[in-house]
């Protein structure tokens, strides 16, 4: 993560996303990334079951607990960073989940289309 400020995808800075769960790539609650987010970590969403089940289908079970991590699992209503790749591939087979524009970080803007994350934006209906 570098020094300055992160901005999210409307250019104003970064909301935090989800403490419990506390989510992000850095586990800071935010979905702020660096090079080392292969991932890019940076979509804030509101978890559906149709998403997490889709997202199981493409072989990354959210919903399972993996205690040997530290991991949960992942419900519907929980609010999560989620890599923007799989959020478009999502938002193409029509089950992305909503999304917190204030709390999605700019880096998802190459791989996603603002318009799509505006059409499906929670905070700012």
Not at 2 to 9: D, F, G, P, R, S
Not at 36 to 52: A, P
Request: negative net charge; proline residues 6%.
């Amino acid at each position: 993560m570098n020094n300055k400020t992160a901005l999210n995808v409307l250019g104003e800075p970064l909301a935090s996303c989800s403490t419990e769960p506390l989510t992000g790539f850095f586990r800071d609650g935010c979905c702020n990334t660096s090079e080392e987010d292969l991932g890019s970590h940076t979509v804030c969403v509101e978890l559906t079951i149709e998403f997490l089940s889709f997202s199981r289908s493409r072989g990354n079970d959210l919903m399972t607990p993996r205690p040997e991590y530290g991991f949960l699992g992942l419900k519907p209503g929980d609010r999560w960073c989620l890599c923007a790749p799989r959020w478009q591939e999502a938002y193409r087979a029509n089950c992305a989940p909503r999304v917190f524009l204030l709390s999605t970080h700019e880096g998802a803007l190459e791989h996603c289309d603002l318009s799509a994350l505006k059409a499906h934006a929670r905070d700012l209906c």
